[in-house]
Each structure stands twice: as C-alpha cells, then as structure tokens.
C-alpha cells in the first residue's frame, strides 16, 4: 500500500516536459513567430490580427506561440518594446549636417518598408485606443530615435558645431519630428528629390541656431 502511494505521489510529468519544452522554445521558431507578427500586423491590422493568423503564417501550432505570449496584445507590447532596445546607429561623420543626412537616409529607407508604413500608423491608432500599447509605442519612439537624435547633438556639442546649453528637448524635436510627421503622420513616403539633403542642411542650421 505504501509503495503505491509513494508511486502515485511522485511528480513523473516534470522530468518529460523539460525536453519538449526546449524544443518549442528554440530560438528560430520564436524568431519565425516575430516575424510574421510583423507580416500579419501589416496585412490585417491590429484589430483583425489573431494568434491564429501569426501561428498559420509562421508555419507552427497555437500552442507554440501561447508558450512565449499570453496574448496578441503582450506580443506587440514585447516586439514594440524590442525595438526600442535596438534602435538606429548613432551616425559618426565628423560633421553636424552629414550625421543628419545620413540618419535621414536610413530612417526614410526603414519607413518606406511597406511592414513599417502598415505598422506605425495603425498601432498609433491602437494607440489612442490602449494606454499599455501607448506606452510601448512610446517608449520604442523615444528610446530609439531620440536616442540616436541625442548622440548627434552630443556629437556636435562636443565638436563646438553647437551651443553647449543649447535645449536638448528642442534639438531633439527638431532633429527627429519633420521626417516623422511626413512619413507616417500625414503619410506622405514619396519624397521630392533632393529633399533629405535640404532637410539635413536647415536642421543643422536651425540647430546651431538654438
């Protein structure tokens, strides 16, 4: 009797789980599942995205994605998160107005991807809507961006291109929000030729003007 109910009592699942679990967990499936996130954001939306959709699109079963998120919303929260930890190289040229250009190009590059153009404006909807995806998006916006917009001012104030007490919050809206606002607030990808280099050059002016 005692030997039957030490048998009964014994925890025999977890030594069986533990290698199954390490399979569903491997890294490329969880980076297959990242990226059709990505790819069923852009092609359906927020609203109309399901764990379903990211599952079939990623070639793996629910399951496999509940293991790593709870829901559809802890999945954007975390990939948006992500973003704002990798961010955008700081541009190092030598010069105030080429950093700018060269951040400009990569930034205008990233926006025009047709994922990021689907993306952006629809969480900012979602946005309005869900004060924990607000939060995210913001977090990644100014954590990515303004952290590159900090390293050029720092750059150019290091080099004497720039006041030294110029006002940082306003040397990094003026360095991030005109290309923002173009792109993804009115929309508007398609950019007049010459228009990056024009727009490297009156920010650097505006400033050192600051």
């Known amino acids: 009797m005692l030997d039957r109910m030490t048998n009964a009592d014994e925890p025999e699942p977890r030594p069986r789980r533990a290698p199954a679990g390490a399979a569903v967990l491997r890294e490329d499936v969880t980076e297959a599942i990242r990226a059709a996130v990505f790819e069923e954001l852009a092609a359906v939306g927020y609203a109309r995205m399901s764990i379903e959709g990211i599952a079939r699109r990623a070639g793996v079963g629910k399951t496999a994605v509940y293991r790593r998120w709870r829901s559809k919303l802890h999945v954007v929260l975390d990939l948006v998160s992500a973003l704002a930890v990798q961010g955008l190289p700081v541009p190092d040229t030598g010069s105030l107005e080429d950093d700018l250009r060269l951040l400009y190009e990569v930034t205008s590059r990233a926006l025009r991807h047709p994922v990021a153009s689907q993306i952006l404006p ?58 923002y606002w173009r792109s993804v607030v009115i929309r508007n990808p398609k950019l007049p030729k010459g228009y990056l280099p024009a727009l490297a050059r009156a920010t650097a002016q505006a400033l050192k003007a600051l």
Do not use: C, F, W, Y
């Open 122 to 179: 629809d969480l900012q909807a979602e946005a309005a809507r869900n004060p924990d995806i607000a939060e995210a998006v913001q977090k990644a916006l100014r954590e990515g961006q303004d952290g590159v917009a900090k390293g050029i001012v720092t750059a150019a104030q290091a080099r004497g291109e720039m006041r030294a007490d110029a006002d940082h919050g306003l040397a990094l809206d003026l360095v991030s929000g005109p290309l």
